[in-house]
């Protein structure tokens, strides 16, 4: 019997362990996984701090065991330590000791790994990341122990959802940026509306500040962020500086590329340095690096929606390269799309912003607009900012960013005209839905469209 062995239990590796089990449910399907949970939403920690949802189990998708109930092996508490490629084996460690396993076909799942800058105090205990249920809940529990004062270090994603967590729970916040406005990923025209949003909320926003270290109390906990201009006293630090993909295992077989993520074909089949293919190995997830469709260039994108579908694409690939019959599914690549919240502020981006742009030698026009969330003479319409980025000579649609109160989900009709690569005037032409309570009769997308269209034609 054949065996396939997966590393890492969660988003892309249970999915491509799922679609090789579909397609062929008399090869062994073993998956590794070194923590103690399987197929749960990492997106969903901040919501669950919050108090908004239940968990850790309401953000389960699928319990280990109702993988194994479906016939795939799953083993928790197994950290894989090495992969030899030529032997095709992998060698893990679990509480029993070390173990050598055997396989025909490889996934490496193993997503990405917080960034923890050499700092003094960074490891204090309250200094904390918030990656995966066992990080929610100690964050949870930092809070019931009597944390008051929560400073945020960095403001992408996760640092805004859990600078609003934690105000939900009552506490005082301080967020502490390098950049000069949050977000970052965003244009400055979307960052100062957030920027207002988080100080309207009661937030203490830190704008180009550097954190220089934490300091610790007599118990050797945090009691205070160190910036090159301040220091802010905390019971609790969210360390949201980022993630890197965890490719260490394959870091002596495979391509690694931008943050040395893994480099792999369009079937999620592992690129060698030279471009031929690892014998029999995939990976999949936020530990790889993918194909960015505007500027064809490889990108570390690390989001569950990315890690789902590469993990199916990977587990088909690896079911049809022991004979299945499969269609030839392939990952097409990403248009960075994201949505998240600050409260009730709603933020949106897709497609490239000016320096993605101006590093891939792109010559562009930008404009920014104000409309609203519905038809303005509606009850309940509340101000929209949208920004966007157009390419000169071909006119096509490069990016969109937005910010509002409501009406964030729009950015889906620019991905979609971004992934089809249409231009401005096409979009400003589209057949897109129009009523009162939902839209001016020109979509918010098209209005920032005609801007775009003007600012071509000056």
Not at 18 to 26: E, G, I, K, N, Q
Not at 157 to 177: F, K, N, Q, S
Request: glycine residues 12%; hydrophobic residues 45%; contains cysteine.
């Amino acid at each position: 019997m054949s065996r396939v062995v997966v590393v890492g239990g969660d988003a892309a590796g249970m999915t491509g362990a799922s679609a090789v089990h579909r397609l062929l449910p008399d090869v062994e399907v073993v998956v590794l996984e070194r923590g103690h949970h399987t197929s749960y939403s990492a997106c969903g920690v901040p919501y669950w701090v919050a108090g908004e949802i239940d968990g850790p189990d309401g953000l389960v998708a699928r319990s280990p065991e109702e993988h194994r109930e479906r016939g795939i092996d799953v083993r928790l508490g197994s950290e894989v330590v090495a992969v030899d490629v030529d032997a095709h084996e992998v060698r893990y460690r679990d509480l029993a000791g070390e173990h050598t396993l055997g396989y025909d076909r490889l996934l490496v799942a193993t997503g990405a790994g917080s960034i923890r800058p050499d700092l003094p105090g960074v490891h204090a205990p309250g200094v904390m990341s918030v990656k995966d249920l066992v990080d929610g809940q100690q964050v949870i529990d930092r809070i019931h122990a009597g944390a008051r004062r929560a400073v945020v270090v960095g403001s992408g994603y996760i640092g805004i959802e859990m600078a609003e967590a934690c105000l939900a729970r009552g506490l005082d916040v301080t967020v502490v940026e390098r950049e000069s406005t949050p977000l970052p990923i965003v244009e400055d025209e979307i960052g100062e509306v957030i920027a207002d949003a988080m100080r309207e909320k009661g937030a203490h926003m830190v704008t180009e500040a550097a954190v220089t270290g934490f300091d610790v109390g007599d118990d050797g906990a945090v009691t205070a962020v160190r910036t090159d201009e301040d220091t802010f006293a905390a019971d609790l630090v969210v360390a949201a500086f980022g993630v890197v993909p965890r490719s260490e295992l394959l870091a002596d077989v495979a391509d690694l590329g931008t943050k040395d993520g893994i480099v792999t074909d369009d079937q999620q089949r592992v690129l060698a340095p030279d471009g031929s293919l690892v014998a029999d190995v995939w990976s999949a997830g936020d530990c790889v690096v993918t194909h960015d469709r505007l500027t064809s260039s490889l990108i570390h994108l690390p989001l569950g929606t990315h890690a789902n579908k590469q993990g199916m694409v990977a587990g088909e690939s690896i079911a049809a390269s022991l004979g299945a019959d499969w269609s030839g599914r392939t990952f097409p690549g990403v248009v960075q799309t994201a949505i998240t919240k600050f409260c009730d502020l709603e933020i949106a981006r897709a497609g490239l912003g000016r320096a993605q742009a101006a590093d891939a030698g792109l010559d562009t026009v930008s404009a920014d607009v104000e409309t609203t969330t519905v038809a303005g003479y509606y009850p309940g319409a509340e101000p929209m900012t949208l920004w966007g980025l157009a390419e000169r000579g071909t006119r096509r649609l490069l990016g969109v960013q937005l910010v509002g109160r409501g009406g964030a989900v729009r950015i889906d009709t620019a991905a979609m005209a971004l992934w089809s690569g249409m231009s401005v005037d096409e979009l400003v032409m589209t057949d897109l839905s129009y009523a009162p309570p939902f839209s001016s009769v020109w979509s918010q997308v098209q209005v920032l469209a005609r801007a775009l269209v003007k600012q071509l034609d000056q």
